[in-house]
């Protein structure tokens, strides 16, 4: 993979303090791409930043907040002068609540930054496009609860989903005018601190048709594979980054989650 004609560019990645967002950045900065880093948590982004070779500066801001997605634009245009890709990565998790459960906060919550900051996002992204008169690219983070279904994390499918939506929007809207709109749909990807919750992540990725989880740095390079010019004829798609898992048959008995020894 080349990096995709993203020298020089401007880059911005929300939710970057951690995780995913800080792994796309470091990608998106060994490719040459000078960096906007977002995050909520206003000392881990500018650890990111710190960590990135090349020109890059930090915005704290909240995703949810239509004021906060406006004024982390304006410091990136202040600074750069143009945005050419956005990966709008900034996401939220929900509990393990069972459906009658769940509390309407939490749903807000987790709608709110997941779903609501990926709409503001993508609107910010091509305010700024048309402002500019030229194409560019948007990459949003979604998932494999997107794709399907469990009895828990039920605010957290739900935002997912929503990005689907985002995603073929925006696509429509934006291919006429030169820019493309797609998403990775990352799975058992290992991010939490805490150690039980990273445990049990690694046990259920045995489950999984490459016996393993996947790492921060194999999704980082599907977000700057379709941010770039190689995938220049790829728009509305969600990309799935999950070792396979989305392609299990549980009616099957060899394709079946679960049907393998784990090593």
Do not use: C
């Not at 970057?16 to 909520?40: E, K, N, P, T």
């Not at 915005?59 to 709008?88: C, I, K, T, W």
């Not at 794709?147 to 925006?170: C, E, F, H, N, P």
């Not at 770039?228 to 060899?254: E, F, H, K, M, W």
């Amino acid at each position: 993979m080349t990096d995709g004609g993203l020298d020089g560019a401007v880059v911005l990645v929300t939710g970057a303090g951690h995780g995913i967002g800080r792994a796309s950045a470091r990608r998106f900065a060994a490719a040459g791409a000078r960096l906007v880093v977002v995050d909520r948590d206003g000392e881990a982004v500018r650890r990111t930043v710190e960590a990135l070779p090349g020109e890059a500066i930090a915005v704290q801001a909240d995703v949810a907040s239509e004021a906060e997605v406006d004024r982390y634009m304006a410091a990136a245009v202040e600074r750069f002068g143009a945005v050419h890709v956005h990966h709008l990565n900034a996401g939220v998790i929900s509990s393990l609540a069972p459906f009658p459960e769940v509390p309407v906060e939490e749903f807000d919550r987790v709608l709110g930054v997941n779903a609501r900051g990926g709409f503001l996002g993508l609107r910010a992204a091509f305010r700024q496009f048309e402002r500019q008169r030229g194409g560019g690219a948007v990459v949003l983070t979604s998932s494999i609860h997107a794709l399907r279904g469990a009895t828990d994390l039920i605010a957290y499918q739900v935002s997912k989903a929503a990005i689907t939506g985002l995603v073929a929007a925006g696509a429509m809207h934006g291919a006429p005018i030169g820019v493309r709109v797609n998403a990775v749909a990352p799975g058992v990807i290992p991010t939490p601190d805490d150690a039980e919750v990273r445990r049990d992540m690694q046990a259920r990725s045995r489950t999984i048709p490459m016996r393993r989880a996947g790492t921060v740095g194999e999704v980082a390079k599907a977000v700057v594979y379709l941010a770039g010019a190689d995938a220049s004829y790829v728009t509305g798609q969600t990309l799935s980054v999950d070792g396979g898992a989305s392609i299990v048959n549980t009616v099957r008995p060899s394709g079946g989650a679960g049907a393998w020894e784990p090593k």
